[in-house]
């Protein structure tokens, strides 16, 4: 059985103010969707890796590929009106009756940590699902209502949502195949909406999500720190 990964990178940049899409932007002189791809690759040279990106934006990914000279194979697919579509759109890709399991990721999270992907994989075989989280360091509170009610929570029971998502390839196909819904914010919300349990696993605090100005200056620190 063979192990896969879709990577989904299908973002406008518009948080951002860029000029380009934020998964193109350069962090340490690299752009961050090679720098997510490049993580999956140096953790296990052997995953297929599948590639969702807008068709519109493609045409500059491949010269983007050219001019760094990346040559990590993967698989090309369409992205679609929203996540939900994309990431059926990058499973579409697998071959039929593909039996191992598959992690669906964000392009713009480029330091999720090798033992990040290694244990929700390793979950995943075991369980069928696996979902990295970390914990919430802040104080919670929750509004109650329109007019600004509000009132705390407790922290412990509430955990911050991570990827890759890793699912059991039968599973994650069979939720895929549910109509969207605006409810599904993420592949663990898709795949428990046809009664599978998820499985928690431990992330890593640096596998941030790069969507701000903000993000990019943490990134770019914590490329300088790898370095």
């Known amino acids: 059985m063979s192990d896969y990964a879709v990577i989904v990178a299908g973002g406008k940049g ?12 350069p962090v340490g002189g690299r752009p961050v969707l090679m720098r997510t791809l490049e993580a999956f690759h140096a953790c296990d040279p052997a995953i297929r890796l ?5 068709h ?8 983007l590929c050219r001019t760094y000279a990346f040559d990590i194979p993967y698989i090309l697919a369409d992205g679609g009106e929203t996540r939900f579509h994309s990431v059926r759109n990058g499973l579409a890709c697998l071959p039929d009756g593909a039996d191992g399991v598959v ?46 009610s509000n009132e705390a929570v407790d922290r412990s029971a509430y955990r911050l949502v991570q990827t890759p998502q890793v ?17 599904f ?22 596998n941030i999500k790069i969507t701000t100005p903000f993000d990019r200056r943490v ?4 490329v300088a720190g790898q370095e």
Do not use: C
């Open 50 to 54: 599948v590639l969702v990106l807008p």
């Open 103 to 148: 992690g669906i990721h964000d392009g713009v999270r480029p330091f999720v940590a090798p033992e990040v992907i290694r244990r929700a994989y390793e979950t995943a075989r075991r369980s069928g699902t696996a979902v990295p989280v970390v914990d919430v360091v802040d104080s919670v509170r929750r509004t109650t209502d329109a007019q600004g």
């Open 185 to 206: 914010t993420d592949d663990a919300s898709v795949v428990e909406a046809v009664g599978a349990k998820i499985m928690l696993v431990e992330g890593n605090r640096e």
């Open 167 to 183: 699912f059991r390839i039968p599973l994650l196909r069979q939720a895929y195949r549910q109509e969207y819904s605006p409810a």
């Open 14 to 25: 518009l948080r951002m103010g860029a000029d380009v899409p934020k998964q193109f932007l």
């Open 219 to 222: 990134a770019e620190a914590l």
């Open 56 to 63: 519109a934006q493609q045409d500059y990914w491949r010269e």
